[in-house]
């Protein structure tokens, strides 16, 4: 069963435009949303997280769209670089529970 | 420098064989846990720790069991390895016991031949 599901599995965007990863989820629990990315060789780290309460979070040129009803989200890239490509993992957690759990990512490509 | 440490970076095992993946985090946190990320699943959960204790289990074999000897250790002891087994496990902390924000160590890329 995949409760985080993402899209595109690939995408590939030109330097300067907004580069849009989608996600949705299953599970009603589940409030809160980090975007991890990822660098080949390297562990994730953490980017940009949203709280269920909130419909929007900026963060530089990084910025997530939460919809709640719908129960998906999006991170957009806003003037996307070539060092922005990397694999981004949508994320998400709930109360009671000691497990994260991942979509199984996106990877972006920046062509210059 | 590294906040977790994973050791080896790199193993090779032979089929049958048992290895023991090390981590430890020097960030403080009170949470641990396990992730494993191949090809075929993508960055995996395995298991949950908090202040030891072992929170979420969601591996089916025995042949995997951690092992925490230390708040700021927990290591990943695999027992009669298959090629299915080849995959880079990492782990990872957190601050908070619901394990919100996850640091991640850099892997151990573990193939089985």
């Known amino acids: 069963q995949q409760q985080v599901r993402q899209s595109p599995q690939s995408l590939t965007v030109w330097e300067g435009e907004t580069a849009i990863l989608n996600c949705s989820y299953e599970?009603?629990?589940?409030?809160?949303f980090p975007w991890y990315q990822q660098f080949p060789g390297e562990g994730p780290a953490l980017l940009i997280a949203?709280?269920?309460?909130?419909d929007k979070k900026e963060d530089g040129g990084f910025t997530i769209f939460f919809n709640k009803r719908e129960k998906n989200l999006s991170l957009h890239i806003k003037d996307s670089q070539p060092g922005d490509s990397a694999t981004y993992f949508c994320a998400a957690s709930g109360t009671g529970g000691y497990k994260v759990v991942f979509g199984s990512g996106t990877r972006l490509l920046v062509s210059p | 420098d590294p906040k977790i440490i994973q050791k080896p970076k790199y193993l090779v095992a032979v089929t049958g064989s048992e290895k023991i993946l090390i981590c430890e985090q020097y960030l403080g946190h009170n949470a641990m846990y396990w992730y494993r990320q191949s090809a075929k699943k993508p960055l995996e959960f395995m298991f949950s720790y908090s202040y030891q204790k072992l929170m979420d289990n969601q591996t089916a074999s025995s042949r995997f069991q951690p092992q925490s000897s230390k708040k700021n250790h927990l290591d990943l002891q695999i027992t009669a390895l298959k090629p299915d087994d080849s995959a880079t496990y990492f782990c990872?902390?957190?601050?908070?016991?619901?394990?919100?924000?996850?640091?991640f160590g850099s892997g151990t890329r573990l193939t089985v031949l």
């Open positions: 949203i709280r269920s309460v909130s």
């Open positions: 990872a902390s957190s601050q908070a016991d619901r394990g919100e924000t996850l640091y």
């Open positions: 599970n009603s629990a589940f409030d809160y």
